[in-house]
């Protein structure tokens, strides 16, 4: 019977002291339960600055932006340009001209915590617009990666990356993407741009120059008619810039690829050489289009 007893006294005890263990887990009147702690957001490590003056190079960038989850920075002028074209052109020619750059109303930019910076602008007289000159007047990116990235009525592509890798030779300046402002701004462009950085994005991982994308296209040669032909319906709305083809090479890819040797002598200059690449796709699949003009 005592051993009986002890039992009954043993079990009371445990269960006793299991419900005020429970009591104990509970949160008190008023109280929130304990949540688990949330991991720390991890900082990004790259930004994307650029400067937009028509919406074309801010489109570009929000891309790069998702494509790398990178922070933003906008540059602003204190002064926007004109609204038409022939005004902008005449105040951008007197800042060049001057080397008067305009003022920002954000002209420094926190870049401590980011070793990468994606650098985004309008080409404007063959390189980049003025407004970056001030940025880069006001910021230190020595031992920062920049990777540029541009809009252009033709191209500038090339000739832009050059200048920077002049104005920040203590930078690693990558190479350079561009879309043309018409082909971004078409109904696919932002499909088509998506694309385009990813594989952009590729050639950098691998350590691609822009000597190296050209390879594969055949030797220059003189144009049949069917060259002249792809030629004059992708410059059809390039007829400022006053091209004359005089030789050519092609790729094979998904479609062709052309690279057109011509003279150029727009804007009431003396002629000269360049290089226009144009991109005519399968048959049934649009129109061949001029994808840039670089020397």
């Known amino acids: 019977m005592k051993k009986k007893l002890g039992l009954i006294l043993v079990a009371a005890v445990v269960c006793a002291l299991t419900a005020c263990n429970q009591e104990n887990a509970q949160p008190k009147t008023g109280e929130k339960a304990a949540q688990p702690e949330a991991a720390a957001p991890q900082a990004s490590k790259s930004l994307v600055v650029y400067y937009s003056q028509n919406g074309a190079t801010k489109k570009l960038a929000e891309i790069f932006q998702k494509a790398k989850n990178a922070d933003m920075f906008e540059i602003a002028t204190v002064t926007p340009y004109p609204s038409t074209y022939d005004s902008t052109i005449a105040a951008v020619g007197a800042q060049r001209e001057s080397k008067q750059w305009p003022a920002l109303v954000n002209p420094k930019a926190d870049l401590a915590t980011y070793d990468t910076v994606y650098l985004g602008y309008p080409i404007m007289f063959g390189s980049f617009a003025p407004p970056v000159y001030t940025f880069l007047d006001s910021n230190d990116l020595s031992g920062k990666v920049v990777v540029p990235f541009c809009t252009y009525g033709s191209g500038g592509r090339k000739a832009s990356a050059a200048e920077l890798k002049t104005l920040e030779p203590n930078a690693n300046v990558t190479l350079a993407y561009g ?31 822009d000597e190296m994308l050209m390879g594969g296209f055949t030797d220059q040669r003189p144009l049949t008619a069917e060259d002249s032909a792809v030629f004059a319906t992708a410059t059809k ?59």
């Not at 462009?189 to 691998?206: N, P, Q, W």
Request: charge should be neutral.
């Open 179 to 209: 879309i043309s402002n018409k082909r971004i701004t078409a109904e696919n462009g932002a499909e088509v741009a998506t694309k385009e950085v990813e594989g952009f994005f590729a050639d950098l991982a691998t350590g691609k120059t």
């Open 237 to 295: 709305d390039y007829a400022y810039l006053k091209l004359a083809p005089l030789s050519v090479a092609t790729q094979v890819v998904a479609g062709t690829n052309y690279l057109f040797v011509c003279t150029t002598s727009g804007f009431n200059r003396p002629p000269t050489e360049t290089m226009v690449k144009i991109f005519r796709p399968l048959p049934g699949r649009g129109e061949p289009e001029l994808i840039v003009m670089e020397k």
